[in-house]
Structures are given as C-alpha cells and as structure tokens.
C-alpha cells in the first residue's frame, strides 16, 4: 500500500463521458449520413469531409493561438458541428462556402463564447443561417438528383426524383401557392409521402431521410444519450399546428404529415434543438422549448418569407433558454407551496 | 411493476459480493477504542475512570440531552486511558480504551439466541429501554431512536415503515439480517408498532434480495398488520424520504420530518437493536459490518464489538489487498474514506470497502455541457450544475434560494455527470456555510 486516497463520496462514478456521449451522436448520425450518400453521391461525401475537417481545425487553431487553452477537438463536439452544419447544406454547395460555414459555426457561435458548454447559440445552425443569408442563390440552389451519382445503378433509381430539378417540396409548395396553384395540383408533382419517410426528395444532404433520422434518435434515446422530450414535443407540436391549418382549409395549407416530412423538421427536431448546450435544463422546460419551435417553424412557413423555418425557429427559442431555466424549475421533492 | 420513488435516481454496479456469506462472530479486540459520540446530537458524559474493570453491556458514557444517546462497553477489562482517538470521519475524538480480560457480560443481559415473542411491557416502558440501551439508527444517520419513537404531541403516526432495501452497492448485513434474524425483526416490529401505536407496518425490500423478500413475506403472514412490498432497485430508494414515497406515495414537506405525513421509518438493524434491548436487556454494544471489496480475499459479513479497529476486521478478511486505493467506512455512494486503520468500528458502521486503485481515481474535470443529467437524476428535484455553480462564486443568497438544504448527499449527481464535476463537493460546501448562515440569522 503505498499510497491511499482520502476524498468526499461518492466514490464510485459512472462511465458516462462527454466524449461517449458525442461519439454517441455521431454513431446515431451515420444512417443519415448514408443515405445522403446514397442519394446525393460523391457531393455530399466532399461536403461533409469538408466541414468536418474545417471545423476541426478552426477549433484547434483557434483554442490553441487564441484562447491559448488546451486543445478540446478529440471531445467530438467539433466533428459534431462539422457534420451537422454539412446536413444542413445543399450537397453541392462550393467547398469553400462550406469552410466560411464552418468558421463562423465554430470561431463566432462556439469558441467566441469559451468554447464547448458556453455557446448560446446553436453553432451548426448560426454557421447555417449565416451562409443562407450571405449566399442565397448558392445556399438554395439543390443539386439535380443525377448529376453527382457514384454509380449507374444508383442513377437508374434516381431517375423518378428528376421532376423536381433543384427546389424542395416546401419551396414548391410556397412558390405555387402564391402563383395561385390549387394544392391538390401542388401535391400530384410530388413524391408520395412513403417516399418523402425515405428519402426521395430535394433538400439539404441531412434532412431529406426521415426514417434515417428517426433510427438515429431511436438509438440516442436508448443510450440515453437525449430524452424523448424535445424531438416529440417540437414533431407533434407541428403536426398538430398544422393539422388544423389543414384541416381549416385543405386548398391552401398542405397536410400535415407532409410538414412533418419535408425541410428540416426531423433532422432539427433530433438533432440540432436537443444540443445539450443550448437546450433547457428541465423536462417542463424541454417541452415548452420543443412546443415553441414547433410554433415558429409553422409561423415561418405558412406565413413568413422564407419556405423553411426550423433553423430559425430553434436559434430563436435558443435565446429563450436562459429565461426558460429561471422560470420552469423542475418540481422539487415535497416542495411547500408559498402562502 | 414493482414500486420505486418517481423522481431521480440512478442504479449503479450492485456488486453485493457477500451476499451469500452468512454474519460470522469476530472475537474482541486486545483494546477496544470506544468513541463517546456515537451518534447525531449531543456527546456522552464519561462516566467511569481510568483504571476501573467494566463488564460488556456495562453504561460507561451517559446520555447528555434528549437528543443523545448512552454507550456501553462491549467487552470486558480495564479502562487504560481515556483519550484522543481517530474517529470514522477523520477527526480526533474522545474514546474510552478498554484493555479486554475474558468476556463478562452484566448479568442482567439474555445472551442465548431463545425467541422471545411476548411483549409484556408498555410504550413508554419501551421507549425508556430503548433509551437506555443507547440505540441509534443504523441505516447511517445514527440518529437516537428513542426520539423517532417518541412520536410529538398534535402528530399521528399511520404507518411504520421499515428499510430493507440497502440500496447502498456491496452492503450486505442488512440482507443477512433479514435472512438470519428474520423472527427478531418481526417480533422487534411488533414492539415499536406498540411503542408507536400503529397497525400498519410495511417492510420495503429491493427486487436483488428475492431471498430476503420471501422469507420476510412468508413471515409476515403469522404477524398481523406487517406486510412486505418488493421494491425496483433504484439509488438512493434507502434514503427516508425516497423510501416513504415509493412505499406509500406520501411526500416528506421540504424540511419536514416523515412523522409529518404520518410515518416513522427505521432500519432493520435498528429493529433487531431494539429488540435485543426490550426482549434481551442487551444495550447496543455490537454491529454487522460487511467487509468487502474486489480485491480482498475474504470479503466477509462480521458480528463485531464497537470499538474494534478496522483493521482487525480486514486482518479477518484476508489482510488488506496489494492494490488498495482507498478504505471507505460505508457504501461507494454515500461511505466516508478514512486513512488510518486504527479507525475503531461504531454503532452506525455497516461496512468497510476497500476499493483498488484504478477504481477511485477522479478524472479531471471538464466544462459542462448543460446534458442535464445532474437535474433528471437528483431525487430531491433539484439543479445540482446550478448549486455548483453558486458555491463555486460564494453565492450564498442564491445558493440557499435555490435550496441546497433540501440535499440529501446521495451523490447521484456526481455519479451521473459526464464531465466529472465535483458537484456533491461543492454542494457540501454550500448547504454547510448555507446552515451557517440560517443559524446566525435565527440567533
């Protein structure tokens, strides 16, 4: 016995990690990510790559020359925000818009503030939304569904997504509606709703697979790596918002399961609004989080200028993390009510 | 589905290595060191002197207050010093020192293992017993139990409850108590269901015990009014509070006592203790401590003297292993770690866990990450990132506002964060300038 140590209990402590729970994530981002490849081809491997490495270097530059801390980048969390700044970009978006995304998520919305666990922002979303608002035309532009294909094979199956040429189902639906189209009309050039749950579709190179994202959050939930609480409050919250809107007037508002399929609505509900850093502290407060978002992506949609709305809707209810801590406490253990 | 408390909690390795060791007699030490506090409240006077023989269940320190509690001699001798000694928690207190001759029992005391089911005495009469034989409790607050028993005036006790779920991982003496002393625990209910004028009784057992669960159930069926509820295994289920609210859903006020919902909760151990007191007019002089660890040859559950060092209970065990990290008097989640083996054995003491070296080191800390796994696995439903946080910049106000004295010290939160934050360190350090604060403010 050479040496033994004296210490406050507990003694034992639990193999949890930060870097298990982030690697977790990127385990549960992996179908998604294959079938981007798999629909998108070799432009969405390179813009992935991309932004993963960027982000991975602009941490490490920056905490080691910069906040002269010691580097952080094997925590995951970089390679997270790599990669979840990539699925929210189109797949041939030009490389070096990518690393500008990827400054910008990691060296404003991330390390400006001190790094992992301080950001009050989203950082894949801020890179994001940067890049949409300085690069419109290059940010909104979607590759043509053949052009970029790794093979034949994956050409030949490819072939029916063609109609679309570039626009997502929402920008679609947006544009038609306001050229006066009826929305039966809108919804014959689509792909089925079956289609859209795999995949088959424009849009960014994360969001399009919704079964891909949904086994993704199975399996976070059954490491319990998130809860349950904020991608079922913020999914059902536009479900239920929109099926009403539906149900008022089927002509003008599209039908539910559709919004719940289409932009970013599965991939942000999953995986961008249940970051850890910038989500709320108590289930109360998860749910309200999630039922905000859910509100502003409708608002967004149905009645704003833009055809997608989750990444703002979920910067914005960010801002109210703060104020959703002080205020929806979890509820004590025999707490006795004021008089 | 079995029942467990709703909020909070966490289940760690149960490692009960000694489960099946059945309580074996350790013999008395050369010198037994025998603290006079013993127990929450106030020190016992020392009534003898040095160089006077004693006998064991002999009263050698008395009670101070009504919050305080006798001690006895458990062997026999002569009294060498009355001195300094280490105590469980790391700080020097007085301790009688016994140099042990033979083993001469006051003669009062019942020594043989006969049954004694008849309860010929009334309530205070018990509580008078239970006084005298300075019983504490030995769930590991060692509060006295004559207290508890004392139920106040305006106040009704509905149901007693007893803790059998030792949910702390590798204890085990409960659970073998529960299998070898089931009777006694019966027949010590029935005397503090008539000491607390209650019919109701409800013995709460974890799931990991089926053994002790049917053996108690099986019982239970010749005891009218006790019956036995089979519980989830959850940490921290053995806390007072946890276990009310699991067994009959009633949640104990913030800063209330359970008596203010009706119940009154003791420890098994404390129940063969009174027994052993009412029945036997045996004083509390001996405790069932497992001693254990992964590394140790012999883990093993002991009767032993109180007064004995620890070290006699590792020699017993197999000496002390090669790759020892760190010696804990208690459990992994809630026990303390001392460093000297001359740390003598008490009434509360339930285990000694010896722990390797690569199981004790902390990692380094790491920001947080805000998971929010410290708020969903706090029982008391509270934020312990934001409690750290207080402490951590002397916000006391905000501390105390975020009511840190409702922490029970369970250490789910450490345990559960994965960036290591020391957060039940910091919490400890809150709630005690926090409870410094509140009294100077009352005062």
Not at chain 1, 34 to 48: K, N, P, Q, R
Not at chain 1, 304 to 321: D, K, Q, T
Not at chain 2, 415 to 426: N, Q, V
């Amino acid at each position: 016995m050479d040496k033994i140590l004296i210490s406050p209990s507990p003694h034992n402590l639990g193999k949890d990690s930060v870097k298990r729970l982030m690697y977790g994530v990127i385990i549960a981002l992996i179908p998604a990510f294959g079938f981007s490849v798999y629909f998108y081809g070799i432009g969405a491997l390179a813009v992935t790559l991309t932004a993963v490495l960027s982000s991975l270097c602009f941490e490490f530059l920056i905490a080691k020359f910069i906040l002269k801390q010691k580097p952080t980048i094997t925590d995951g969390s970089a390679i997270i925000t790599g990669l979840l700044l990539a699925f929210n970009v189109p797949s041939n978006l030009p490389l070096w818009i990518v690393i500008i995304g990827a400054l910008v998520a990691i060296g404003v919305a991330k390390m400006t503030f001190g790094g992992l666990g301080n950001n009050p922002f989203n950082p894949a979303l801020v890179g994001r939304v940067f890049l949409l608002i300085s690069f419109p035309v290059q940010m909104t532009s979607w590759p043509l569904p053949c052009s970029s294909r790794l093979t034949n094979w994956i050409t030949a199956r490819a072939e029916n997504l063609d109609a679309f040429s570039g626009a997502t189902p929402l920008a679609i639906v947006k544009e038609g509606l306001a050229k006066g189209d009826s929305m039966t009309s809108l919804m014959d050039s689509m792909p089925s709703h079956m289609e859209m749950f795999y995949g088959m579709m424009g849009g960014s190179l994360g969001e399009i697979s919704a079964i891909a994202l949904i086994v993704g959050g199975i399996y976070m939930i059954y490491r319990r790596i998130i809860t349950w609480h904020i991608p079922v409050s913020t999914i059902l919250t536009v479900f239920i918002f929109t099926g009403i809107l539906w149900l008022i007037n089927p002509e003008q508002n599209a039908d539910p399961i559709f919004h719940i399929l289409t932009g970013g609505v599965m991939l942000g509900a999953i995986f961008m609004a249940t970051d850890y850093v910038t989500s709320p502290m108590s289930y109360k407060g998860m749910i309200i989080f999630g039922i905000g978002i859910g509100i502003l992506t409708v608002l967004i949609r149905v009645w704003g200028a833009y055809p997608e709305g989750v990444s703002f809707a979920i910067l914005i209810m960010n801002a109210f993390v703060p104020l959703i801590n002080k205020y929806l406490k979890p509820k004590r253990f025999g707490e006795v009510k004021k008089k | 589905m079995p029942k467990t408390f709703p909020k909070g909690g966490v289940h760690p390795p149960e490692n009960k290595l000694t489960a099946t060791h059945k309580i074996e007699v350790l013999p008395s030490p050369k010198i037994a060191y025998i603290p006079i506090i013993q127990h929450i409240g106030a020190p016992s006077t020392v009534i003898v002197k040095k160089g006077e023989d004693v006998k064991v269940g002999q009263i050698i320190a008395k009670s101070s207050g009504f919050v305080s509690a006798n001690i006895h001699a458990s062997v026999s001798g002569k009294i060498l010093k009355i001195d300094e000694t280490l105590d469980t928690s790391g700080y020097k207190r007085m301790a009688v020192h016994i140099e042990v001759a033979g083993d001469e029992w006051m003669p009062e005391i019942d020594n043989s293992t006969t049954l004694i089911k008849d309860i010929n005495i009334s309530a205070e009469e018990i509580i008078s017993k239970v006084a005298q034989a300075g019983i504490v409790g030995l769930g590991g607050a060692t509060f006295p139990s004559h207290v508890k028993l004392s139920v106040p005036k305006g106040k009704k006790c509905e149901y007693f409850i007893i803790n059998g779920v030792e949910c702390e991982p590798y204890l085990t003496s409960d659970h073998r108590l529960m299998l070898e002393k089931s009777e006694e625990i019966m027949v010590g209910i029935q005397i503090i269901m008539k000491a607390l004028n209650v019919s109701k009784a409800i013995i709460g057992i974890e799931n990991n015990k089926p053994d002790a669960i049917e053996k108690m159930t099986q019982l239970a069926n010749s005891y009218p009014g006790v019956t036995v509820e089979a519980l989830k295994v959850q940490y921290p289920q053995g806390g007072e509070k946890q276990l009310i609210k699991a067994v009959i859903n009633r949640e104990v006020p913030s800063g209330g006592l359970p008596i203010d919902v009706g119940c009154v909760v003791h420890n098994v151990g404390t129940i063969i203790a009174i027994y052993e007191a009412v029945q036997k007019n045996k004083p509390l002089f001996q405790s069932v401590v497992t001693v254990t660890g992964k590394s140790v040859k012999k883990p093993s559950n002991f009767l032993v003297r109180v007064g004995t060092p620890i070290r006699d209970l590792i020699e017993a065990a197999g000496g002390l292993p090669e790759d020892t990290g760190k010696i804990i008097n208690g459990g992994p989640m809630m026990g303390k770690a001392v460093y000297s083996l001359d740390v003598p054995v008490a009434k509360g003491t339930s285990a000694v866990l010896i722990l390797p070296q690569d199981e004790v080191k902390r990692r380094p800390m790491s920001s947080c990450i805000r998971c929010a796994k410290c708020v969903s696995a706090c029982p008391m439903g509270l934020e312990p990132y934001l409690l750290m946080v207080a402490a951590e910049m002397e916000n006391w106000e905000r501390t105390e506002a975020e009511n840190v004295m409702d922490c029970i010290e369970c250490g789910s939160c450490s345990y559960t964060c994965p960036a290591d934050r020391p957060l039940l360190d910091y919490i400890r350090l809150g709630k005690s300038t926090v409870s410094k604060i509140i009294r100077a403010r009352k005062n």
